[in-house]
């Protein structure tokens, strides 16, 4: 028997206990499941963080043949280059950004914000981002790419929300800079692999007035100070560090306020893996779309879901089937078309989409 980071099974593997949700109201597993795909994602749903499992693992034959909607991207040349030039900005970044927090150097966010809009221009079009970097979920979640990320998905939006070339320029910018406050709070705590403690967020929450003073005399436009320092505003005053409400916040703040949170649902962190977009786009209907900017949110979760029209997915029940139908009132409950049979996720409130496949 040996413990096993969730993010480190393989299909195949066989638990030796059986598994509950963190408060215990769920059984997630039983002792002796053995575990595929589908279950590792259900493990990492629930945000357990190792299991249990058996010295011996049973035979990958029954694993799918079928390579998923995710793998069947990965394997394109355009996936390939689009990963390469990803990982070599991101490395890139980092060098620079330190240069300005550590030894004092000058920023120059043009030189830095060329690499994105080299990757921006790779891809063909902003739905086409949004599958790759979901399929890059998998690699890493340091600051670094968390920046490059959001800066990605604001450009995306202030595309989407039709902004001009110069506007959505500073939005991208305002994205790739927006947490450069957390290069200063002590790494144990960005990568603690655990739930933080009180003290400990209190430490994190004060980034954005950080990443502010690093920033704020140098000659770049005023927004994007702003965003850096009002990126965890909200519209209706439950944010911080100031609690100001809609009116206060500099729209470019908003605009990176929901890429940052979009980002931060999808990606793996290090207490869950990955989560599906469409838990994230439930996440912001259930957690109150008056938290942000009407329009801007509007029309990134509308632009986020009609990406994945047609797609196949998976539902909590393990049924599959194809989204046929998005109800513009209920974005991240779909219809779908499993087999002969249509499923109204809305009128089914226990199921929801598990993963896209
Ligand atoms: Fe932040
Ligand atoms: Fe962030």
Redesign the pocket.
Known sequence: MKRVKTIDLTPGMILSEDVYSYDRSVMILPKGSVLSDKSITRLAFYSVLHVLVEDEQVGLNQQHAEPSYSERLRATPEFQKFQKEFEGDAEQFKDKINDVVKHNKPLDVESMITPVYTLIDQSSGPSNVFDMLHSLRQYDDA?YV??IN?ALICSCLAKWMRLSEADTLVATQAGLL??IG?LLIPGEIISKPAKLTEDEYHIVQTHPRQGYEIIKDLSIDTRIKNAVLM?HERCDGSGYPFGITADRIDPVAKI?AIA?VY??TTSARVYRGPQCPFVAIGLFENEGLQKYDTRAIMTFLSNVVNTYLLNRVRLNNGIEGEIVFINPDRLARPTIKAGSSYVDLAQNPDLYIEAII
């Open positions: 600051t968390h920046c959001v927006h947490d957390k990126h990176v940052d980002d931060a």
